[in-house]
């Protein structure tokens, strides 16, 4: 496909050029965005020339960035199959990003139609979405919020519309703490949002690993930080380890994404050789 200047990747028209923020959605262009980054990666179209620009200039240096996004989708559906089959009707997905195929809706909702899904998150560009990711069944419901993952109060507290806090929630955290700075407290965020959830709830999280092939790994946040609007502070997997503190980990624990499988054993000899991020799934006891 041609990819015009005055037009997104969907080949709709957009409301401005590149060359300034959009004044109806409040959507910046010119200035690559996570989100948008991902979507690229993926193979999407909900993307502008500077978030093109800015993912070409990181799989320079972490060309297998496109597989651990596709990595990180598959370690989503196969945990959300895992979590309905343990009987978990409620996902509060923080961080969700642009709609995309298996979205955690679509994969609960197959197994579990009455299943209700609520999305978090603040891109103006992910909100004007917002339809594609509500195309919930009439057993079930979806719902999504324009909300900070910073701020866990205004979560849970406008969350609470749709989802039963006095049953077993999963909160997933796919690909969203790695941008959340220790400045910002991020083990106080997960702590709260699991202290709301009863027992019988997850956590699932998706982090960029800063051990796992340190060398391109550090080359690789360098590009990412110089070129998207939200950088990214990789953590080595004790620090990973610890957004799981008074939960139980679903085998095989904390490891490289591309190991992951519910039960699967951990294979520490393939570490230095995996995608830099990891991977968990943890139970509230």
Same mark, same amino acid.
């Given at each position: 496909m041609n990819r015009q200047a005055g037009e997104l990747v969907t080949g709709q028209p957009r409301p401005e050029s590149d060359e300034a923020p959009d004044p109806i959605h409040g959507i910046d262009?010119?200035?690559?965005? *996570?989100?948008?980054?991902?979507?690229?990666?993926?193979?999407?179209?909900?993307?502008? #020339?500077?978030?093109?620009? $800015?993912?070409?200039?990181?799989?320079?240096?972490?060309?297998?960035?496109?597989?651990?996004?596709?990595?990180?989708?598959?370690?989503l559906?196969?945990?959300?199959?895992?979590l309905v089959q343990s009987g978990i009707r409620?996902?509060?997905?923080?961080?969700?990003?642009?709609?995309?195929a298996n979205s955690t809706h679509e994969v609960a909702q197959r197994v579990a139609p009455d299943a209700r899904i609520v999305y978090v998150d603040n891109d103006p560009m992910v909100l004007a979405h917002a339809k594609a990711l509500l195309a919930s069944t009439a057993e079930g419901r979806c719902d999504y919020l324009d909300a900070d993952a910073r701020d866990p109060e205004v979560i849970l507290g406008e969350a609470a519309r749709t989802l039963d806090f006095g049953? *077993?929630?999963?909160?997933?955290?796919?690909?969203?703490?790695?941008?959340?700075?220790? #400045?910002?407290?991020?083990? $106080?965020?997960?702590?709260?949002?699991?202290?709301?959830?009863?027992?019988?709830s997850y956590l699932a999280v998706t982090h960029a690993a800063s051990d796992i092939r340190p060398d391109v790994a550090a080359e690789g946040a360098r590009a990412y930080n110089a070129s998207s609007s939200a950088p990214v502070s990789a953590r080595p997997r004790d620090a990973v380890i610890r957004f799981f503190?008074?939960?139980?980990?679903v085998p095989p624990g904390v490891v490289p994404l591309d190991q992951w499988a519910p039960g699967a054993p951990a294979?520490?000899?393939?570490?230095?050789?995996s995608l830099?991020?990891?991977?968990?799934?943890?139970?509230k006891p």
């Open positions: 262009t010119t200035t690559a965005h *996570p989100a948008r980054i991902y979507d690229y990666w993926l193979g999407g179209e909900n993307n502008f #020339a500077a978030d093109r620009d $800015a993912a070409e200039r990181i799989l320079a240096v972490m060309p297998f960035m496109r597989e651990l996004s596709r990595a990180n989708r598959l370690f559906a196969s945990a959300v199959r895992y409620q996902f509060l997905d923080i961080g969700s990003g642009l709609p995309a049953q *077993p929630v999963a909160v997933m955290m796919l690909t969203t703490l790695h941008f959340i700075s220790d #400045a910002d407290h991020p083990y $106080a965020i997960t702590a709260r949002l699991m202290e709301a959830v009863p027992p019988g503190d008074g939960l139980d980990l294979d520490a000899r393939r570490e230095q050789s830099p991020s990891f991977a968990a799934l943890a139970r």
